[in-house]
């Protein structure tokens, strides 16, 4: 997510028709953002360690999905090839 995590949120919550409040929302941020929390980041590379079943498993699933661009992950250019 870009910009601001709060507006972010309020209108994602508009959209699905939730109104949690304010005080609810900005409690949910702050509890979100401590120390002990897990949170998924993206690390260009971080796949090349994978055994290479894995990523052929992975390939073969993308293959189900030739309208989707997988480029982003690294895949597209193979998960075309297997397709």
């Known amino acids: 997510m870009t910009g601001n995590l709060e507006d972010t ?4 919550l508009e959209h699905c028709g ?3 409040g304010k005080r ?5 941020i702050d509890a979100a953002g401590g120390d002990k929390t897990r949170k998924n980041k993206g690390v260009a590379g971080r796949g090349e360690s994978l055994p290479d079943a ?3 498993k992975i390939l073969h699933y993308a293959s189900y999905y030739p309208e989707c661009d997988f480029s ?4 597209c250019h193979t998960a075309q090839q297997t397709a």
């Not at 949120?9 to 994602?12: D, F, I, N, R």
């Not at 609810?24 to 949910?28: I, K, M, S, V």
């Not at 982003?72 to 895949?75: N, T, W």
């Open 24 to 28: 609810n929302l900005l409690d949910a």
């Open 18 to 20: 939730l109104n949690v």
């Open 54 to 56: 894995v990523k052929d």
């Open 9 to 12: 949120l309020e209108g994602v």
């Open 72 to 75: 982003a992950s690294g895949l």
